[in-house]
């Protein structure tokens, strides 16, 4: 279906572009391919013929929605992957610090060579969701100057591109941080687990369903 509130995206390689010498000192990113495959390893390969490689004060990072709403994470960001300075980096939403965190063995890899990026990024890094959404965002640090001289976005302004996973993951539920209500349990009195409970499909939170428990 291609009418109601997003456009359907089939599961399918995906192949896209983004226009060519729109910045001259970033690393200007003009093609972006995508695959995974049946192990599970997410593939982004990304064109920068203006930058053999990506080394020296140029960085380039990967910026992921998980539940395509923009309304959570960072403006829709839930985890990132990126190279800096020939250093790989990764980090996750954490809604209860509202920041993001580090994550240090995230299995994800980043190669730069023949003005060409290549992000390899384990399925389960994006709790297994069968799409999302995504951009590029490469850079110029100035470290005189503390700032970026340039900044090249793929896709340009405030656009994202979307894939669909040819190979999904089996359907599993992934419990959130538990909380207890009231937060300073009383004798006597009924204290309550919360547990936040998402699919990992859609990385949408369950409203619903029942929760049962055997004695060992």
Known sequence: ????????????????????????????????????????????????????????????????????????????????????????????????????????????????AGGVTTFSVPRRFLDDVASFDFYLVSGDWDPDAEEDDAVDWAPNGEAWWRYALVNKAPLRLIAGQPRGVPAKPAAGKTFTVLVPVT??????????????WARP
């Open 1 to 112: 279906p291609d009418r109601g509130r997003a456009r359907y995206t089939a599961p399918a390689p995906l192949a896209v572009t983004d226009p060519a010498g729109d910045m001259d000192a970033a690393p200007d990113m003009t093609g972006v391919e995508v695959a995974d495959t049946p192990a599970g390893t997410i593939t982004f390969t990304v064109q920068t013929p203006s930058h053999p490689t990506i080394a020296g004060d140029d960085w380039i990072e990967l910026d992921v929605d998980i539940d395509r709403r923009r309304g959570t994470g960072d403006s829709g960001v839930e985890a990132f992957v990126g190279l800096d300075g020939g250093e790989v980096y990764a980090g996750r939403w954490d809604a209860a610090k509202d920041d993001f965190v580090e994550v240090r063995w995230s299995g994800a890899q980043v190669r730069s």
């Open 199 to 212: 699919r990992s499909d859609t990385a949408r939170g369950i409203t619903s369903g029942s929760v049962a």
